[in-house]
C-alpha cells in the first residue's frame, strides 16, 4: 500500500463538523490500533509540535456503521515512512506531505477506496472553538495591558503591543470555554527591555486593565467578525485567525477552529498567577469564555 502524496484536505478551519470523504491509507500502529487517513476529514487533529488545542471527538461511519475515533493526530511522511503523531518537521514544512490521521481501534471495512463519513462531536467542538477564540483575544489584551512595562522596542502585535505573548510564551493549552497560558519572564526578556522587578507590583492592575478591553471587545458582539483565512485548504498550508477587532483588523497564525463572531460568547475574563523560581517568574494566564 503506497503513502499518501497529497495533503489531506481540511474543513474544520471553516468550522466543518461533517464531512464525506474516501479513505487513501490504513497504517497498523504498534498498539494495535490503525491510523486511517482520508483525502478530506472535518476532524481536527492534535498536532505534536505545537499541541494547544486538543484532537476533536466523533465517529467515522462505513454504510451507516460507526465506529468512535479514539484519537486524531497529525501524520507527515516523505514518502519513505508515515509518522503518526511524531514527525520530525514542522506541518507545513516543504518536501513533505501532511495528513490528518484518524486514529480507530478496529478498521475492519475501512480498505482504501472505501467511502466514509466523519462527524465531529459538535458541542465538544464549539467549547474547544470558544476556548481557542478567547486565547487569542487574552493574548492581545495582555500584550496591551502589559505595553507600559516595557522600556525597550520590541517586535509587535497585530496591534502594534509589544508582543509578550510572542516573545515569553511556553505553552498554550485550549480547553473547552478556557485556555491557559504559561509565560517565562527570565534573562532574556529582562535584556529585551521587561522591566520585571517592578512587575508584581503590577499584576493586578495588568490583570484589571486586560479584562477590560476584554470586556469592550466582547460587548461589541456581532461586530466582531472572526474566520480562518488560508493559502489552500491542504493540512500543511499556513492558516491564521483573523478578528475585525473595534480598533481594526488582527491577524495570527493560527492550526485550530474558532468561533464565527463574539456575538457567540458574553464574557471573556483572565486571572494572572505569578511564581518565583530560577532566577526567572513564572506568569500563568488562565482565560474562561462564557457561551452566550
Ligand atoms: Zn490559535
Given at each position: 500500500m503506497s503513502l499518501p502524496s497529497t495533503d489531506t484536505v481540511v474543513g474544520y478551519p471553516d468550522g466543518d463538523v461533517v464531512s464525506t470523504g474516501t479513505v487513501v491509507h490504513v497504517e497498523a500502529l504498534p498498539d494495535g490500533r490503525s491510523a486511517v487517513i482520508l483525502d478530506r476529514t472535518a476532524f481536527h487533529p492534535v498536532d505534536p509540535?505545537?499541541?494547544?488545542q486538543p484532537a476533536d471527538t466523533g465517529t467515522i461511519a462505513v454504510d451507516g456503521a460507526s465506529r468512535p475515533v479514539v484519537d486524531a493526530v497529525v501524520g507527515a511522511t516523505d514518502g519513505t515512512v508515515l509518522h503518526v503523531g511524531d514527525a520530525p518537521v514542522r506541518t507545513g514544512t516543504e518536501g513533505w506531505t501532511f495528513v490528518v490521521c484518524h486514529l480507530v481501534d478496529d478498521a475492519t471495512?475501512?480498505?482504501?477506496g472505501t467511502p466514509v463519513t466523519v462527524t465531529v462531536d459538535a458541542e465538544a467542538r464549539r467549547a474547544l472553538s470558544a476556548g481557542h477564540t478567547a486565547c487569542h483575544l487574552a493574548s492581545l489584551a495582555l500584550n496591551d495591558a502589559l505595553a507600559?512595562?516595557?522600556?525597550k522596542d520590541v517586535p509587535s502585535d497585530g496591534r502594534g503591543r509589544p508582543n509578550f505573548d510572542q516573545l515569553a510564551i511556553t505553552s498554550s493549552r485550549i480547553l473547552p470555554d478556557g485556555s491557559v497560558d504559561e509565560y517565562r519572564i527570565g534573562k532574556s526578556l529582562r535584556k529585551k527591555g521587561f522591566a520585571a522587578a517592578e512587575f508584581p507590583a503590577r499584576v493586578g492592575e495588568v490583570a484589571d486593565a486586560a479584562n477590560a478591553l476584554l470586556a469592550s471587545w466582547v460587548s461589541a458582539g456581532a461586530d466582531v467578525p472572526i474566520a480562518i483565512v488560508r493559502d489552500?485548504?491542504?493540512?500543511g498550508e499556513r492558516r491564521r485567525w483573523r478578528a475585525g477587532l473595534p480598533d481594526g483588523v488582527v491577524e495570527i497564525p493560527c492550526g485550530g477552529t474558532h468561533l464565527r463572531?463574539?456575538?457567540?460568547?458574553?464574557a471573556i475574563a483572565v486571572e494572572l498567577e505569578l511564581a518565583e523560581g530560577d532566577g526567572a517568574l513564572a506568569l500563568t494566564m488562565r482565560t474562561t469564555a462564557t457561551p452566550a
Open positions: 509540535v505545537w499541541p494547544d471495512g475501512l480498505e482504501p507600559g512595562v516595557w522600556t489552500g485548504d491542504g493540512l463572531s463574539l456575538a457567540e460568547l458574553t
